[in-house]
């Protein structure tokens, strides 16, 4: 049976206070199920069972922010997990190094490096750990888009954190960007010329299901130079009218 620390004052911290009583199961199942770097493989048909009531991705982002991190579509970290468990990572110590190597192939050991202790020679500098560097060379290849104007101009602010993953996983070339920047628009004037209620207006997280749909420039719009719409003047100017 695994032993981990717990925290006896989480009780007296106002954040977690505030917490309705199924999140504060979920903070202390989460922290119990998830492996050795603070990363749980997604399983809410688990946690709603063990609890006794149903908990959504929408729940964890709402509830605790940047507590935990949603690493892709199928994984969550809790950011100081491996602080408070283990204070400073050690290279050369056996029970850190799950912890390590797993970190590394997701990409987050530099989140957690300055508190590393560098034993010598380093690990990292040995090339043992090469997640991370192997990721950051491959993404000098890759366009990044920006996601969070897009989320800005979207029309219901929930769902930005599992959102914005699913756009880094799912849409990856310019084309798919600005299809996606022309659904958004086209959507936002659909829930504003319809009057639709913020309530029934799509989560940012839940609109990446089918952005698709809503992907078409409006027909009058296919052949126009933009010249005297801000909207479609950045498309022009972004090359979405280029053959």
């Known amino acids: 049976m695994g032993k981990r620390f717990t925290d006896t ?6 954040w977690f206070r505030k917490l309705p009583p199924r999140m504060k199961c979920f903070w202390d199942f989460v922290t119990l199920k998830c492996d050795t770097a603070g990363i749980w493989e997604l399983d809410m ?15 964890i982002e709402s509830f605790f922010g940047s507590r935990i991190e949603f690493v892709d579509t199928n994984k969550i970290w809790i950011v100081d997990f491996v602080k408070f468990q283990y204070g400073e990572l050690k290279e050369n110590y056996n029970p850190h190094r799950s912890a390590i190597k797993r970190l ?47 989320y800005d101009a979207y ?37 504003a010329s319809n009057g639709i209620q913020r309530q029934f207006v799509k989560k940012f997280c839940n609109f990446l299901e089918c952005w698709e749909d809503y992907k078409e420039l409006p027909e009058n719009n296919l052949q126009a130079t933009g010249t005297d719409n801000p909207f479609l003047a950045e498309l022009k100017q972004e090359g979405y009218f280029d053959a």
């Open 104 to 150: 590394d192939d997701l990409g987050l050991l530099s989140r957690v490096a300055q508190g590393l202790v560098k034993t010598s020679p380093s690990l990292m500098d040995k090339g043992k750990y090469k997640g991370k560097g192997k990721d950051q060379d491959k993404g000098k290849d890759k366009e990044e888009f920006d996601f969070e104007t897009l």
């Open 9 to 14: 004052e989480k009780y007296s911290k106002a």
């Open 45 to 59: 048909d688990s946690a709603t069972f063990h609890i006794g009531e149903e908990v959504t991705l929408e729940d």
């Open 155 to 191: 029309p219901r602010k929930e769902g930005k954190q599992l959102g914005l993953k699913k756009c880094k996983a799912r849409i990856k070339t310019n084309k798919a960007y600005l299809e996606f920047k022309v659904a958004i628009n086209n959507y936002s004037q659909f829930v």
